[in-house]
């Protein structure tokens, strides 16, 4: 089978791989779509921390079941699955602790195994969800980084109805942390360096869109809360940490909460800390999806969020580093691309 390999730092090879029938608790999948991760690209230039090289990368996926193994009893062939594919060890004290979302040596497709970006993938079945009728497979791809943000949102930033809310980023992460916060019922700010993604904030309905590098975003924040700082601030940027955690630090209220979401790829941020003491500020991460693509399906359904509003392009396995490259240099307006193996 035909599969994309990141073979080095910034070397992506069009392989050959080998099928394997799947094991008694595994299913082998036909991969139909898998959207771009901003991720994909600190992997790409070998600046993530946990891309371990060679792998094939792709981890927002959708695809039709192919055959299952023996033990399989959740899903049979011809139905259609989202995931990334990730499975928690069992063994680690925060397995063992119950929280396997928290599992600190997961197998992670796409990073640490074989990802999506190739006609076939293997994965376990709780690893994956069904798509109901009526979503697409290009939708349920892209239904990967809208939960990341319903998690930060509703799980970790846990934003209220009257809150007034600063997004950092306009990225598909942070327009879904906009729309989630809008839809939690806050009056969301939302900032970008890069016009053309301030435009799409506007479009999908924030309620302010500055541009971070032009306009006074903490001045802006203060005028619209009558002098006392954002409720809380979503940082959903990942690399220019030195510009947005201390923006997110000095935008919050005093006692607010900076919830980060962004993907870094070096530890260096640091933190107004006097300001963040005296005003009793807190900031927390947030990282992956544990509330499931479910909750983003019904909201696709109940037609109260459109996820074809955030992709730009659809391509083909062949062109995934044209599509790599576009994200890279943010060219043609690119929000989020489909890769259609
Ligand atoms: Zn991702
Ligand atoms: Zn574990």
Redo the contacts with the bound molecule.
């Keep these: 089978m035909k599969a994309y390999m990141l073979v080095e730092k910034d070397k992506l090879e069009l392989v050959d791989l080998p099928m394997r029938k799947p094991a008694r608790n595994e299913m082998l999948l036909k991969v139909e779509a898998c959207s771009i991760c901003g991720s994909d690209l600190e992997g790409l230039h070998g600046i993530h921390p946990k891309v371990v090289m060679p792998v094939v990368m792709g981890h927002e996926m959708a695809s039709t079941v192919v055959e299952v193994g023996a033990d399989v009893k959740q899903f049979k062939p011809g139905d259609r699955v989202a995931g990334t594919g990730s499975v928690?060890?069992?063994?680690?004290?925060?397995?063992?602790a119950g929280r396997?979302h928290?599992?600190?040596?997961?197998l992670s497709p796409g990073f640490t195994g074989q990802g999506a970006y190739a006609e076939y993938f293997i994965c376990t079945p709780h690893s994956v969800t069904l798509i109901p009728e009526g979503i697409s497979f290009d939708e349920a791809a892209v239904a990967q980084p809208a939960g990341i943000a319903n998690h930060a949102v509703t799980q970790r930033a846990k934003i209220l109805a009257g809150e007034l809310v600063l997004v950092q980023g306009c990225g598909p992460i942070g327009l879904s942390a906009m729309r989630h916060a809008k839809l939690a019922g806050a009056k969301v700010v939302s900032t970008d360096i890069v016009d053309y993604r301030c435009d799409y904030a506007v479009e999908l309905g924030a309620d302010v869109v500055l541009n971070a590098h032009r306009d006074d975003v903490r001045q802006a924040i203060m005028d619209l809360s009558g002098g006392k700082g954002a409720d809380k601030v979503i940082e959903c940027v990942g690399g220019a940490q030195d510009e947005t955690i201390p923006q997110a630090v000095r935008c919050v209220k005093n006692g607010g909460l900076v919830t980060v979401v962004g993907s870094f790829a070096e530890d260096r941020a640091t933190l107004p800390i006097i300001n963040f003491k005296f005003s009793e500020k807190a900031i927390i991460g947030s990282q992956g999806m544990a509330p499931g693509y479910a909750a983003i399906f019904d909201l696709v359904l109940s037609g109260k969020m459109d996820l074809t509003a955030l992709i730009s392009h659809t391509i083909s396995l062949d062109e995934l580093p044209q599509g790599l490259a576009m994200m890279d240099t943010k060219s043609d307006n690119v929000m989020k691309v489909v890769v259609r193996p």
């Design positions: 928690s060890c069992g063994r680690c004290a925060n397995c063992l396997r928290e599992c600190l040596s997961p």
